[in-house]
């Protein structure tokens, strides 16, 4: 007897239903569908390395570490975050660097 979808208790309790516990490909941005992505990966390319405040100010992402983190999810070559510094007012820079 096959389960209806959405007609199982236990799949409302689960609210996405079944579908949920499938794994799936991982989601991730690509510079070649995304303007930030492509300003962010140009940033990292141009200056060869660069803070998480320098990708902020060219492409005026809130998230520059997610960004940089599509990008090497979809197969782009940057480091992983060095830690440089503490701002006045609590913000933690990191610098990423382009690993060619």
Same mark, same amino acid.
């Given at each position: 007897? #096959?389960? =209806? =979808?959405? =007609?199982?208790?236990? $799949?409302? #309790?689960?609210?996405?239903?079944?579908? #949920?516990?499938?794994?799936?490909?991982? $989601? +991730?941005? $690509?510079?070649?569908r995304s303007?930030?992505?492509? =300003?962010?990966?140009? +940033?990292?390319?141009?200056?060869?390395? +660069?803070?998480?405040?320098?990708?902020?100010?060219?492409t005026g992402?809130?998230?520059?570490?997610?960004?940089?983190?599509?990008?090497?999810?979809?197969?782009?070559?940057?480091?992983? #975050?060095?830690?440089?510094?503490?701002?006045?007012?609590?913000?933690?820079?990191?610098?990423?660097?382009?690993?060619?």
């Open positions: 007897m #096959a389960i =209806k =979808k959405g =007609k199982n208790k236990a $799949h409302k #309790a689960l609210g996405r239903g079944i579908e #949920a516990l499938i794994p799936r490909k991982p $989601h +991730c941005g $690509h510079p070649g303007r930030r992505l492509a =300003k962010t990966l140009n +940033c990292i390319m141009d200056l060869g390395t +660069c803070t998480t405040f320098q990708i902020q100010r060219v992402s809130m998230k520059p570490s997610t960004d940089v983190d599509d990008l090497r999810r979809a197969g782009y070559r940057v480091s992983m #975050a060095t830690y440089v510094r503490t701002t006045s007012d609590g913000r933690r820079v990191f610098r990423y660097t382009w690993l060619g």
